[in-house]
């Protein structure tokens, strides 16, 4: 592949100092930023970094003066709003620059789990009974839906707004969650039937065709009995908890056929949602082994030694070889071609 002048899109209070000395890299906030600037850059390509707040003209500045092949994204929001992030890749489309990662349309469609769970179901993927309570509403379930549940925001991301707390077994704790949902977190809320079982992770890459990595479990390995194992927002972002409770990610361990399975029907996932770049397709699987899909999540956490890098590697991809397969989607994808 062609060395390629690489527009990096991020938040502008994610973008990497220049001098690093003194930072511990493994647990800086921005070492996702950092992970995929020095590695495009020492394959040789030439990589500007651009933080962008809230103005959009930063990127077409950046365009019309650096000329880049492709803008690699890693914005996850615009003016803080994870809903608006498709609003930066259709201006990217507007431009007519190539981008990596997720199309509008696929972003718009997984970044609703409502929406995207009845697609999901009209095509016959299994998912848990949901419910969706707008702000300034009560819940009231439907007969179909017992407890235990799990509520969430509806739109958030990166398990924001998700604890212990998040599991309920009666009216009272279900209502008082999703009030702080509305409260604290500000969006709509969905109520989803819990699945005890195993937390399970699959990362795919491609637009046409798809390739599938192996796949991947979240493990609690010392988390006493009465928990929920499930990926709260300190589970997934506080190192000091995670080494608290041994929480750890790692290829699961199941039948090869079993492990088939799964892939094809996150394949199914990845295509129903009109996803493109790459993503990961959450899901859960109970004790009689029925696999129930939770979320899609495009564009996930690249950072080198996270999930998704990490069951490429699995798969005898380096990360190198992952970021250089992702600027090849992304060079690939005709968003003319999409509808």
């Known amino acids: 592949m062609r060395k390629l002048r690489v527009a990096l899109l991020m938040h502008d209070y994610l973008v990497p100092p220049e001098d690093v000395s003194g930072h511990d890299l493994m647990a800086v906030q921005w070492k996702t930023e950092y992970d995929v ?49 498709h609003n930066v890749v259709s201006y990217l489309e507007l431009l007519r620059v190539p981008y990596t990662g997720c199309n509008p349309r696929g972003l718009m469609l997984a970044r609703d789990k409502a929406l995207s769970k009845t697609l999901l179901s009209y095509h016959r993927i299994p998912v848990p009974d949901f ?40 009216e009272g704790k279900m209502r008082e969650r999703v009030a702080f949902i509305h409260a604290s977190i500000g969006t709509d809320a969905i109520i989803e039937r819990y699945v ?19 796949v991947w479990e979240l493990h609690f390995t010392k988390m006493p009995d009465e928990v929920h194992r499930i990926a709260t927002e300190r589970v997934k972002w506080s190192a000091k908890y995670q080494r608290k409770y041994g929480i750890k990610t790692r290829a699961a361990e199941m039948p090869d056929e079993t492990a088939a399975q799964i892939q094809r029907l996150c394949k199914r996932v990845y295509r129903t949602l009109d996803l493109s770049g790459y993503a990961r397709i959450d899901l ?33 991809v380096t990360y190198e070889d992952l970021l250089q397969q992702i600027l090849l989607a992304g060079l690939r994808w005709r968003p003319e071609r999409l509808g």
């Open 37 to 85: 600037l020095t590695t495009l850059r020492d394959m040789g390509h030439d990589v500007r970094p651009v933080g962008i707040k809230d103005d959009l003209t930063v990127i077409r500045r950046a365009v019309e003066e650096f000329k880049p092949h492709i803008a690699f994204n890693l914005m996850e929001n615009f003016h803080e709003i994870g809903a608006f992030d």
């Open 131 to 170: 419910l969706v309570v707008h702000v300034g509403r009560k819940p009231r379930l439907p007969r179909r839906m017992a407890f235990p549940l799990i509520v969430k925001s509806l739109t958030q991301e990166a398990s924001i707004g998700i604890s212990q707390a998040s599991v309920v077994d009666d």
């Open 196 to 214: 005890d079982g195993r937390e399970l992770y699959v990362g795919i890459i491609g637009n046409q065709r798809l390739r599938v990595f192996p």
């Open 284 to 316: 859960r699987m109970d004790e009689s082994e029925r696999v129930f899909v939770i979320e899609a999540n495009p564009n996930p956490q690249i950072a080198y030694g996270e999930d998704f890098g990490e069951s490429a590697e699995r798969a005898e």
